[in-house]
């Protein structure tokens, strides 16, 4: 069989690389190419950690289709190989929820999953996509709302896909009137507390949490329930009935990209007769899933397991806080503590206390940091490391 190869396709920050991303698309499904995506956050430089996780040298297992590299916030981002088919797959498991079509506004980093989904969406319906985020790829509330309320007001029903963070800076710059005119908002990247999910929909926003990866090509369950033809499974679950989360979906990636043993060695653990074996913790509570964390999500301190995941949860439930980033730093006494960066004014102490009746002393923050605002990797997600 005669070896095949992507094309390398650079994406500067910016319109441009949305532009490139719909050409990616189109050039795969109607002529069967591959389309390796590398974003670049220094416009036309290459060199960064995306570009080095894809090397076009290297053969791929699928024949036509997208590389798309993951975010890279818990490690170094891989390059996963995703077919046309399973991209044609995961636009329509999408698209078929809804009874009628509608237009795509772009707010994440199209030359990740979340943004390239969005631009898919649109393409598979022959409906308008438009940018919404500014000239360096960043989002904005402001820029955001802006051209939001003029592409609503001329195409109508118009759907997005927005990251919990981005939820969470508009409703902190009173965006709320703007999100209802949204025909519907998918929310992924990281959970939103069950009380500012139900006060948004109470308020008339059509807000769909979603959860899925880059190796699933987006978000396949939504509000804890798999789409159409996808299985989950809870891998060896515990007594509480809690396990490593697998997913079975015709949208699923083929492989990760690569020769190396590391990449040989990841596949197998990952990829294994149609199912994607996640880094994710996971349950069903009444036949619906609940993602408990990820597998590095259990940091250990004074000998007591504890999921970072929870003690965010907890204090972004508390009053003044609007978002919250939690890890573990190293510490003589207890091996690793708790530290946190917190968007918001609220008592210190409160907080650790807060976070003591819930999950008990080991899970207390001991050190708190208040920040205007969280760093963002290039996707939307936050930047763990450059907080730690």
């Known amino acids: 069989m005669t070896p095949i190869f992507a094309n390398r396709v650079l994406l500067p920050p910016g319109r441009k690389a949305a532009d490139a991303v719909s050409g990616a698309i189109l050039k795969c499904i109607n002529e069967n190419t591959i389309s390796a995506l590398v974003p670049s956050a220094k416009g036309e430089s290459l060199g960064n950690k995306y570009e080095s996780a894809i090397d076009v040298t290297i053969p791929c297992q699928i024949e036509s289709g997208l590389i798309v590299c993951t975010s890279g916030s818990t490690g170094n981002p891989k390059a996963v190989e995703i077919s046309s088919q399973s991209l044609i797959s995961a636009t329509n498991l999408v698209n078929k929820r809804f009874t009628e079509t509608a237009s795509w506004l772009l707010a994440i980093n199209p030359a990740f999953i979340g943004g390239a989904m ?209 890890f573990a730093i190293p510490d003589k006494t207890w091996g690793t503590i708790i530290a946190a960066v917190v968007v918001g004014n609220a008592d210190e102490m409160k907080l650790q206390d807060a976070v003591e009746r819930e999950l008990g002393s080991a899970a207390k923050p001991r050190i708190i940091k208040f920040a205007h605002e969280l760093p963002l990797l290039p996707n939307g997600k936050i930047d763990v490391d450059s907080l730690k």
């Open 118 to 326: 969005v631009i898919a969406r649109a393409i598979a319906q022959d409906q308008k996509w438009e940018y919404g985020l500014d000239d360096n790829a960043k989002f904005s509330p402001e820029i955001f709302a802006g051209i939001a309320q003029t592409f609503i007001a001329k195409q109508g029903r118009v759907r997005t896909s927005l990251v919990a963070a981005q939820l969470a800076a508009l409703v902190a710059q009173e965006k709320i009137d703007l999100l209802t005119k949204f025909d519907a908002i998918l929310v992924g990247g990281g959970q939103i507390s069950p009380d500012l999910f139900n006060d948004l929909k109470n308020q008339g926003v059509n807000l769909i949490r979603t959860y899925g990866m880059t190796e699933t090509c987006g978000g396949i369950v939504w509000d804890g329930k798999a789409l159409e033809n996808v299985q989950i499974r809870i891998e060896n679950p515990s007594h509480n009935g809690a396990g490593i989360i697998s997913i079975k979906s015709p949208s699923n990636a083929t492989c990760y990209h690569g020769d190396s043993q590391g990449v040989k060695n990841l596949n197998e653990k990952t990829f294994n007769q149609g199912w994607v074996i996640t880094q994710d913790i996971g349950s069903f509570e009444n036949a619906t899933l609940k993602v408990i964390g990820r597998t590095d999500d259990i940091v250990i301190s004074g000998g007591i397991n504890i999921s970072v995941h929870a003690v965010e949860n907890v204090l972004r439930d508390q009053i003044g806080i609007e978002d919250a980033v939690v």
